[in-house]
């Protein structure tokens, strides 16, 4: 009867003491603010496709996602020297302005 004993307890183990978690989330509640970050099924040019991080559009961020680094070198829009897309590089170009898109709707 020693297996029984060992099953019981267990069971008491588990349904006693702190209160066990039920399923556990998958993902944290959205927050209630902009995310830093859109998620990876944007639309681009979206006013949701943006890093709030980097201020610049998050499909196109290049320090989020070093994978789109390439496709902005083969147009040659690239600073080696800053290791952004020329396009985003605010210190060699101190006017330029990267301007969310606006909302939809
Ligand atoms: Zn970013
Ligand atoms: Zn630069």
């Known amino acids: 009867m020693r297996l029984t004993l060992l099953f019981v307890l267990a069971l008491f183990a ?3 003491g702190a209160p066990a978690p039920s399923a556990a989330p998958a993902a944290p ?5 902009a995310p830093a970050h859109a998620p990876a099924d944007i639309q681009p040019g979206s006013h949701a496709d943006w890093c709030g991080e980097h201020a610049v ?3 196109q961020c290049t320090r989020c996602d070093a994978a789109l ?3 902005f070198q083969a147009t040659g829009d690239w600073c080696a020297e ?5 396009s985003q590089c605010l210190q060699c170009n101190p006017d330029l ?4 898109p606006p909302k939809e709707g």
């Open 69 to 71: 680094i390439p496709a």
């Open 97 to 100: 302005k990267i301007e969310r």
């Open 57 to 59: 559009p998050e499909s």
């Open 14 to 16: 588990c349904e006693g």
């Open 82 to 86: 800053h290791g952004l897309p020329e």
């Open 29 to 33: 509640p959205a927050p209630a603010h």
